[in-house]
């Protein structure tokens, strides 16, 4: 009695969750006319349909189907009804659709029923472009004798081939490639991308002297349906990637990023979300929009969410969260916080609404969550991995690459172009760049266009820039395809290589001026600013925010450095300064710098990281400067010595700031970064306006990504170079005793791109090695740092400069030395 209990229980909830558990797939009621496409192989083969209105199971008619079929082949021929959407149109089976059913009724039989078979086809295409395919079933006993109106039950299944590529009546088989005369597109049979069905009868009778009919047979047919609720897994993160048709976003300071092999098992990745707590209030989330929205109606009587955990201590309690674009349902619980791995699962039946929502509609999931309940602690980590619902099977099958790449040039930027997979639903792209040709994406050298590129958006725009000055560059690219699952293509084949003028950008000057904290910008105008205009596109507007004109909001920024400090000022032009209206920091007039301290190449971090390559969102408020998102650097320090904020004339307000990079890397038990020339610098701004609304009106940003998700997203930041290389020059101790400084003449000279530099120190102390053009101007620092006595040798790559005369100087102590060299290009 309990079992029996329980199993009307599960059934009644289905029906009241989702009542319609049958669709009609066609009653039969009208004319068949130009619904169906009548198929055969010529005559004396036919198909003469009518509507019959008396003789009937459901509604106001069934189709009478009179077929002759030809003696073509040894092997079968046919005679076929054919339903196709329009144009791209599909339809989902995906959940409702365990099952078929049509009612049959033999009304003339065939002459030899052993020969004629009943078949169902049902066609599907997974992309727009792809081809159609078909997956067959086949009833050899439902037409051959003569009987009333009988139901026909097909079940809705895609079963195995293994070899014996026979339809039958256990389910749905691809067409075999044996039969010929089909076509392919990915081998798996989408219910959520059917574009038709066909009605087939097929005879292998056939007479070999004359072409008569094979045989014959006339049917009436009524009501095809599909029906039964199907329990279809929601998987949300696989252990490698989120799925497709999910776009990651955080809330209250939080963070959300994949990190690469951080998964409970080798070769497995993990969600890790960092916590924050904008409001001071314990609330903190991060999610996933669903588009389109996910449909778990069939399980969400029987299946539970799962996911693993590991969470560090201090983490409290958290709510598993489903929304459907108005009302919410989830489950509260605490999580172990031990920093080890744990498995959970949740009802999805046990779920209770949320936020004073009703009315949650399974069928249509638009978004899901995790958030702390009221619970957060800034700077908490957790991972998250293996999240879905009931019992999924995974694709473990790589793509092919992606075919055609190319690249044409633009204004300081190269267009990437290339064919989306075929076969492949959901897949994103990845497109690298590099000047050798790429064939490991992992390689020295190798740098990311843009990471999860969507499917049938296969156009990216890649901004060419470099250190200060104009210069021409050449890359190759390439492209990953990733299916929905997260499995990798191989690397695509490379684009010819793209020559085109890069442009020079403001650079992180190694010439510190001599800081005074007082507002008087006169000692930064020696070096060259970051310009946020509107006027001239040098600065963003985010969306849906308002600046009207330079005189608005426009920004001149300066960021230096030297071994140990950090440098920043800004020169912010605001016809209306409001510092201190809103208790909320970001939402008065203040300028937000997002820089990442390390050298960047490679693949760009998703979210604001710590440790050895460490990313930093800089407040500067009124009365304080704060680094966003670490809980401990609310004030990392006020006005005084090393800042200042104040108002200017006739409008706007001025900052200045200084910060040694050993209490900088404190706050977030960071590696304390030491500056070298030919560092690649993430860097982006965020200036708000707020203009007297107690609001924030307008954001100008560097980035032209931005978005005002810059907080949240290094992937949208910008980059620049400290100094004027490209990338740092390693010196190389030669391990030579030495009992004078030297400066060796540069060899090859004349030279093109590279020459090496050698020099030999007395003492030890801090040594800098530059170079000048004829005019005196500084080019670049080879070196400026302290050195043991002893003789070393730099490699000089001069690949961004123009033929001519440059000077190279050494210093060390008193000694001072310069040398001549030529680069001839």
């Known amino acids: 009695m309990k079992i029996f209990f329980v199993t009307m229980f599960v059934l009644l909830l289905a029906v009241t969750l989702f009542p319609q558990t049958r669709v009609m797939i066609d009653d039969f009621d009208a004319s068949a006319s130009g619904v169906y496409e009548i198929s055969t192989e010529g005559a ?62 033999v009304r003339r039989a065939p002459t030899v029923p052993a020969n004629m078979v009943f078949r169902i086809h049902l066609a599907d295409r997974p ?72 009605i087939g009868i097929i005879t292998t009778g056939w007479d070999p002297n004359v072409n008569l009919p094979a045989d014959s047979i ?39 990023s994949v990190e690469e092999g951080a998964g409970p098992v080798p070769n497995t990745n993990a969600v890790k979300w960092v916590q924050g707590n904008e409001w001071s209030n314990g609330w903190s989330g991060i999610g996933l929009n669903v588009n389109p929205s996910f449909n778990l109606i069939g399980g969400w009587p029987t299946d539970s969410v799962k996911l693993t955990l590991k969470c560090e201590e201090g983490v409290g309690a958290l709510r598993i969260q489903f929304e459907d674009g108005a009302a919410k349902v989830g489950t509260v619980f605490t999580p172990n916080a031990d920093n080890q791995w744990h498995d959970y699962a949740f009802p999805l039946r046990d779920m209770v609404p949320q936020d004073g929502t009703s009315g949650f509609d399974p069928s249509i999931v638009a978004a899901v969550g995790l958030m702390a309940e009221a619970s957060a602690v800034a700077g908490k980590v957790i991972y998250i991995t293996n999240w879905w619902t009931g019992q999924p099977e995974f694709d473990a099958i790589p793509p092919n690459p992606p075919l055609n790449v190319s690249a044409s040039t633009g204004a300081y930027q190269n267009v990437v172009l290339w064919d989306d997979v075929p076969g492949e639903t959901g897949e994103k792209y990845d497109v690298y760049y590099s000047k050798d040709p790429i064939t490991d994406v992992t390689a020295h050298g190798v740098e990311v266009v843009k990471l999860n590129v969507p499917e049938n958006n296969s156009l990216i725009e890649h901004l060419l820039f470099a250190p200060n000055t104009n210069q021409n ?56 600013p970051f310009r946020m205009f509107p006027s001239d596109g040098s600065g963003h507007v985010v969306t849906n925010t308002s600046i009207d004109g330079d005189a608005d909001l426009s920004v001149l920024s300066w960021i230096a450095v030297d071994n140990d400090n950090l440098y920043f000022a800004a020169d912010v032009t605001d016809d209306i300064v409001v510092p201190s209206q809103n208790s909320t920091s970001y939402l008065n007039d203040c300028p937000d710098l997002f820089l990442g301290l390390y050298d960047f190449r490679g693949v760009p971090h998703t979210s604001l990281m710590r440790g050895a390559k460490p990313d930093y969102h800089f407040r500067f408020a009124y009365n304080r400067v704060l680094l966003d998102g670490i809980s401990n650097a609310d004030s990392i320090t006020g006005l005084g010595a090393n800042y200042y904020w104040g108002e200017k004339f006739p409008s706007g307000y001025v900052v200045e700031f200084k910060i040694p990079f050993t209490q900088l890397a404190s706050y977030g038990s960071d590696d304390v970064f030491v500056p070298k020339e030919g560092y690649r610098i993430p860097v982006d701004y965020s200036v708000n306006d707020a203009d007297a609304t107690g609001e924030r009106e307008g954001i100008l940003t560097f980035s032209p990504f931005n978005e005002d998700q810059s907080w949240g997203d290094v992937t949208r930041w910008l980059y620049t170079w400290i100094g004027n290389l490209w990338e740092p020059t390693a010196v190389h101790e030669d391990g030579l005793l030495v009992k004078d400084y030297s400066l060796s003449q540069n060899y090859p000279n004349p030279f093109n791109p590279s020459t ?49 005369i ?18 001839l290009k």
Not at 51 to 70: E, F, M, P, S, Y
Not at 133 to 156: A, G, M, R, S
Not at 478 to 490: E, M, T, W
């Open 44 to 105: 004396p083969s036919h198909i003469y349909l009518s509507t019959n209105t008396t003789d009937k199971v459901q509604g106001t008619g069934a189709l009478d189907v009179d077929a002759a079929i030809g003696a073509f082949h040894q092997w079968g021929s046919y005679a076929q009804l054919i339903y196709r959407t329009d144009s791209t149109d599909v339809q989902d089976w995906s959940i409702v659709g365990d099952s078929l059913s049509i009612w049959i009724k």
């Open 127 to 198: 992309g727009e472009t792809d081809p159609v395919e078909e997956y067959i079933y086949e009833n050899t006993t439902v037409i051959d004798n003569q009987h009333d109106w009988y139901q026909l039950k097909i079940p809705l299944i895609e079963r195995d081939q293994p070899g014996a590529d026979v339809p039958d009546s256990t389910g749905f088989i691809l067409a075999p490639t044996t039969w010929g005369g089909f076509n392919y597109n990915n081998r798996t049979l989408d219910r959520d991308k059917i574009v038709g069905y066909n």
């Open 218 to 256: 006339i049917i009436s047919l009524d009501g095809f349906e599909r029906f039964g609720v199907r329990a279809v897994p929601m998987i949300i993160f696989n252990g490698i990637t989120f799925m497709g048709n999910m776009s990651t976003f955080a809330w209250g300071q939080s963070s959300i």
């Open 473 to 528: 560059v050449t890359y190759y690219y390439a492209v990953i395809c990733k299916d929905a699952s997260g499995n990798k293509s191989v690397v695509s084949a490379n684009s010819a290589p793209t020559t085109n003028e890069a442009k020079g950008v403001t650079t992180i000057s190694l010439n510190v001026p001599a800081f005074v904290a007082d507002g008087d910008l006169a000692e930064w105008q020696s070096i060259t």
């Open 756 to 804: 090496k530099i050698k020099f030999s120190i007395k003492v030890p102390g801090n040594i800098t090695l530059k170079i000048y053009d004829v005019l005196g101007r500084e080019i670049a620092t080879l070196i400026n740092n302290e050195y043991q006595a002893g003789s070393y040798s730099i490699d000089f790559n001069a690949s961004g400069l123009s033929s001519g």
């Open 806 to 823: 440059y000077f190279y100087r050494l210093e060390s102590g008193s000694f001072v030395q310069t040398n001549k060299m030529m680069l």
